[in-house]
């Protein structure tokens, strides 16, 4: 992966002098909190319900051991043993006090790490594929692209102040495990006939209130003229995106006003002024950059099959150990080799994506010795070892149980997508984690989980959209209505190459109508699908109604209406 | 009507230093431009300049002609002043105009931003650049990487801490105004781009 170089360090650290500064100047009163808070913001620091919260940034979700083992050390200094992953590729702690922020992002700094930009109004953490690199189906590795965004978009000038967030996603394979039509900027990679590594540029898209995909405003886009053309793009954005109202102040709004043609023909005229600039990457940039993504010293290994793997297994495990090859583990580009997803989602136990202290540098220890020392970290809030030999996979799995990260349900029903909601976020209108337990304390029985098959369900506490829940084939939005906690749910939503915004159901239902209504939902579905039909085609083929029916049946109106105006 | 009492200067390849300001923000809004000083340098809103004064500068006695003789004029631009839409206008001010400057209604716009980026790389001007209205401290290494040299601070803020901004930062990660960034000078030689 890549490693800071002499002015990469420097940054970073003169960053931590320049942040330290602020809180000084905060806490000695001469620089309001009105003025604060978007510098802190910049900085990845929240003040939340009970304390302040810090995101960090794990730039396109990848992370060493080393850096694991310093995250870990900062939840158990700093904060209450445990970080959150979350559904951007970052982590956050809980429970900052303000004095010590500097403190710990001196931490950081020490293992190449940082909060910058990981909130406020500015370009945010640029994410990617969690499996960029190794993914079977992948045309080019976008990780360099990725960290020279990363390096142009850092502290950029003219970008602080945008009218609003901006997020980058970057992705280079087949299949898109990005949610790519979800962000301000969609970036897909690919190679032409002539083996020229070209871009397609994707605007406007956006979750949120008003979630919108995005529209294809570029193709065949030079990777080098990257930073002009985004230039070009965010300066129109910085110009003419509205700052009267913060609800239509995204990217997509402006985009859906002008019409995507329009916008991308102002791009485009920005652009022609500054495309032959210096701001553009060259060669020698992407030679240094792209020399940290080379392939890890991979022993040549006799692929097996996974009915082999099975039968190494003592017998009383192979039909556990058979399902977590069928769930968490991935096909990999090289012969003898898989991705190992780690599932953050335990049933009924902590909040989806949290890792203790104690797991999280056991989980490091793990990714020294299966993995070249390296992690991921998915949108969905899961762990990944990317690089594991499959004649190791018993013994991986073996280590991985006590540490309670086995769960064979990535994809399923209780792989549940959610942002910390009314328990954390001041932001909230209503919980996400108990109504998260709640689903999952009822779908406990992996037989049954296992016979649905894939389906996505996402959380969230507010419209902000945090847990996704617009691109989950089932969406919980937490709503308030005069002071109480409502759920109002969407269906048909999808994240990859057939993404979709989910749609409302009807009215809202009370926390403790949530696991009836899943299991009503579900048994709709079980009654319908043919033989090996996923939950999303179902939907499809049927429409809302057979699923709105049996959610609204046997309910009591009032209960249900009360909640109807969001 | 407004007026700071000093200005933070700061030369592209200079040094910061806080000097005596002598200009003056006029709103149009309020009295006459005949009735202030002749020698007073004003600033005068673009929207106005755009309204008046491309006519009255035809005429050598009028007022703002005489203004230009003496250099004491100049247009500052408000945050929603779509400056692309007037180049021409933009193109004839260069050799009229001794400063223009852009104006942050509230700190955290930054359309001012990429006023200034316009100015210095669209319009190639080579003039003092003035950022004013709500400036404060932590947009000052923002506002000189973009195109800034001058900042009119709101009254407020301490001046020995804003000076010190400028040596926070020794290394840069992409291109700005002021300075490339760090990696092209740090490569021994860089070749045109080819296919990768």
Request: hydrophobic letters at 35%; one cysteine or more.
């Given at each position: 992966m890549y490693k800071y170089d002499q002015i990469d360090q420097t940054l970073v650290n003169e960053r931590v002098v320049q942040f330290k500064d602020q809180v000084e100047r905060r806490i000695n009163g001469s620089l309001p909190e009105e003025e604060f808070r978007p510098l802190r913001l910049q900085n990845g620091l929240y003040h939340q319900r009970h304390a302040y919260m810090l995101r960090v940034a794990i730039p396109y979700g990848l992370l060493s051991a080393v850096q694991l083992r310093t995250l870990a050390h900062i939840a158990d200094k700093y904060d209450r043993g445990y970080g959150h992953f979350t559904t951007r590729q970052n982590i956050q702690f809980n429970w900052i006090r303000l004095e010590e922020s500097p403190a710990i992002l001196a931490d950081l700094a020490k293992v190449q790490m940082h909060a910058i930009q990981t909130s406020g109004n500015c370009i945010r953490n640029i994410t990617s594929d969690a499996f960029a690199g190794v993914a079977a189906d992948e045309y080019v590795d976008p990780r360099p692209v990725c960290e020279l965004l990363r390096q142009w978009s850092t502290l950029h000038p003219e970008f602080a102040f945008l009218p609003r967030k901006f997020k980058f996603a970057v992705t280079g394979a087949e299949?898109?495990?990005?949610?790519?039509?979800?962000?301000?900027v969609g970036i897909a990679l690919k190679k032409n006939a002539q083996g020229q590594l070209l871009a397609s540029i994707y605007a406007g898209g956006g979750m949120g209130r008003t979630p919108i995909l995005g529209s294809l405003i570029k193709e065949n886009l030079p990777w080098n003229v990257l930073p002009s053309y985004l230039t070009a793009l965010l300066r129109v954005y910085n110009r003419?995106?509205?700052?009267?109202?913060i609800y239509k102040a995204r990217i997509k709004i402006l985009v859906k006003a002008l019409g995507p043609e329009e916008f991308a023909r102002q791009v485009e005229g920005e652009w022609a002024t500054i495309k032959d600039g210096d701001d553009n990457f060259q060669q020698s940039e992407w030679d240094r950059v792209a020399s940290h993504f080379t392939k890890p010293a991979y022993t040549l290994a006799k692929p097996i099959s996974t009915q082999e793997l099975i039968n190494s297994a003592p017998e009383n495990e192979q039909a556990a150990f058979a399902r977590w090859l069928e769930r968490n583990v991935k096909s990999h580009q090289v012969p003898g080799y898989a991705s190992v997803i780690f599932s953050l989602k335990p049933h009924g136990s902590v909040a989806p994506g949290d890792a203790t202290t104690e797991q999280m540098l056991a989980i490091a220890d793990l990714a020294d010795q299966y993995s070249f020392g390296e992690l991921r970290v998915t949108h969905e809030q899961n762990l990944v070892?990317?690089?594991?030999e499959q004649a190791k996979l018993l013994e991986l799995w073996h280590k991985a149980k006590a540490q309670n990260v086995?769960?064979?349900?990535?994809?399923?029903?209780?792989d549940i997508i959610a942002c910390p909601g009314g328990d954390f976020c001041s932001l909230a209108n209503a919980k996400s984690l108990p109504i998260a337990k709640a689903i999952q304390e009822r779908f406990d029985d992996l037989d049954y989980l296992h016979d649905l098959g894939e389906i996505s369900l996402n959380i969230s506490g507010c419209i902000n959209s945090c847990g996704h829940h617009h691109v989950g084939n089932i969406g919980v939005l937490g709503v308030d209505k005069d002071g109480e906690e409502w759920y109002q749910i969407t269906l048909g939503g999808e994240q990859g190459n057939h993404a979709a915004i989910g749609k409302v159901i009807g009215p809202s239902f009370g926390a403790e109508q949530i696991p009836d209504v899943m299991a009503d939902i579900i048994d709709t579905y079980v009654k319908h699908r043919t033989a090996d039909e996923p939950f999303i085609e179902t939907y499809r083929r049927l429409g809302v109604t057979p699923f709105k029916e049996a959610a609204y049946l046997n309910r009591p109106k009032e209960s249900a209406a009360t909640g109807a105006a969001v | 009507m407004s007026q700071v009492n000093s200005i933070l200067l700061y030369p592209k390849g200079g040094k910061p230093s806080i000097i005596a300001n002598e200009w003056l923000v006029w709103n149009a809004d309020e009295s006459e431009l005949s009735k202030l000083d002749q020698k007073q340098k004003v600033l005068v809103p673009f929207s106005w300049w755009l309204a008046n004064g491309q006519e009255d500068?035809?005429?050598?006695?009028s007022e703002l002609a005489k203004r230009i003789a003496a250099k004491s004029i100049g247009v500052w631009f408000a945050a929603d002043d779509d400056i692309l839409k007037h180049a021409a206008v933009i193109e004839a001010g260069k050799s009229i105009w001794s400063l223009v400057a852009a104006d942050f209604p509230i700190f955290r716009d930054g359309r001012s931003f990429s006023t200034a980026a316009l100015l210095r790389e669209r319009f190639a001007w080579t003039g003092e650049i003035r950022a004013i209205g709500d400036v404060l401290i932590d947009q000052l290494i923002l506002g000189a990487r973009s195109g800034f040299d001058s900042f009119a601070l709101r009254s407020d803020q301490n001046t020995d801490v804003a000076l010190k901004q400028f040596d926070l930062f020794t290394v840069t990660t992409q291109n700005s105004w002021r300075d490339r960034r760090s990696q092209l000078d740090s490569q021994i030689s860089s070749q045109p781009n080819r296919a990768t």
């Open positions: 299949e898109d495990r990005t949610i790519l039509l979800c962000h301000d003419f995106g509205r700052r009267d109202n070892l990317a690089d594991v086995v769960l064979p349900n990535i994809g399923l029903l209780t | 500068t035809k005429n050598p006695n």
